[in-house]
């Protein structure tokens, strides 16, 4: 969810360069099932412009509604939404919202913390009492400088406090630049994720050539800066040339990224694996049993787009350490 809170701190310094004021809403608690999770967020401007979502869209307009007394008097306020009886979810929601004006030092370490790929923490006070709730709030945890969302934030020592430790955006590496991987970058984009893509010179390529990425990496694949990957980063090789994969391989053989997964048949990738080996004997099993190849899951995808969707639900079940299942099959909670 960094990423989300990541395009609310971007768009609240929007709407502050017009002096619209902004409030945030967090779920941080919930009795039963719901569409989404505690921790989601919304920013609500002024204007009734909403970014982001606490639910699938029906418990939105309601917020709204309820986001209005903190507008008139600044007062953090304490709403529920119960699902039981107008949603499917069959649960009950606890909202916190609150004034959100964060001063330009909070901004400023936050896109720190972004550039350099760096956790951060989050903890909001609240009591499950529908009304205002004076003092309540969220404290947010930056580069050992902790900061409030609103000067009204006071410590709670006693109250119930929903904690996060918010971890790096997940980021996407491409390593290849066909039309492949112009379908996979935007999907990656569309979840949220950062995209990078990595090519050689001889390719001549631009970022241009990949709509909406953060970086294109232009390295020779002995020359790859490897120190990039971190474990929050899923890396799938498709450079389409067997070569290429290799020299790839044999330069990330002591990177440890979230996954990694090969394009081409199992055949292929025995043949990878075993020529890396002979080039290399003493290469760390977890990274040969962290490559998924071929990659994706099957799910009867023939289209770079679905084939992409595939090599995307591949990735979360690996991040998420789940095993694919139809939801219908899933005997506990979703």
Not at 259 to 274: A, M, N, V
Request: aromatic content about 8%; hydrophobic content about 40%; some cysteine.
């Amino acid at each position: 969810m960094t990423h989300e809170f990541k395009k609310i701190i971007k768009e609240y310094s929007i709407a502050k360069l017009t002096n619209v004021r902004c409030v945030l809403a967090t779920v941080v608690d919930l009795d039963g099932s719901s569409y989404r999770k505690p921790g989601v967020r919304m920013l609500i401007r002024e204007d009734d412009v909403m970014i982001g979502a606490v639910s699938g869209g029906c418990v939105e307009k309601e917020v709204l509604f309820q986001a209005q007394s903190v507008f008139e008097n600044g007062a953090t306020k304490l709403m529920t939404y119960d699902g039981r009886f107008r949603l499917g979810c069959e649960g009950l929601l606890y909202i916190l919202i609150e004034s959100f004006a964060p001063e330009a030092a909070l901004i400023a370490d936050f896109n720190s913390i972004i550039k350099n790929r760096k956790s951060f923490k989050l903890s909001t006070s609240y009591s499950k009492e529908y009304g205002e709730l004076e003092g309540y709030g969220t404290f947010i945890n930056l580069n050992s400088t902790t900061y409030t969302f609103n000067s009204g934030t006071k410590e709670k020592l006693d109250s119930l406090h929903f904690l996060q430790t918010m971890q790096p955006c997940q980021r996407l590496l491409l390593i290849g630049g066909e039309h492949d991987a112009v379908q996979l970058a935007h999907f990656g984009l569309s979840m949220g994720w950062e995209v990078n893509v990595a090519v050689t010179p001889k390719e001549n390529k631009s970022i241009s050539d990949f709509h909406g990425i953060d970086a294109l990496l232009d390295f020779e694949p002995e020359e790859f800066p490897v120190e990039t990957i971190d474990n929050n980063t899923a890396v799938l090789l498709m450079t389409h040339s067997y070569v290429k994969d290799l020299k790839y391989l044999m330069r990330l053989k002591n990177s440890k990224p979230t996954y990694l997964g090969i394009l081409g048949p199992i055949k292929r990738r025995e043949k990878l694996i075993s020529e890396l080996l002979e080039h290399d004997m003493d290469i760390d099993i977890d990274f040969i049993e962290n490559i998924h190849g071929p990659a994706g899951l099957n799910i009867g995808a023939e289209t770079p787009q679905e084939i992409a969707i595939s090599i995307l639900a591949e990735i979360l079940t690996v991040i998420r350490k789940t095993q694919p299942v139809k939801l219908r099959d899933k005997l506990n909670t979703i």
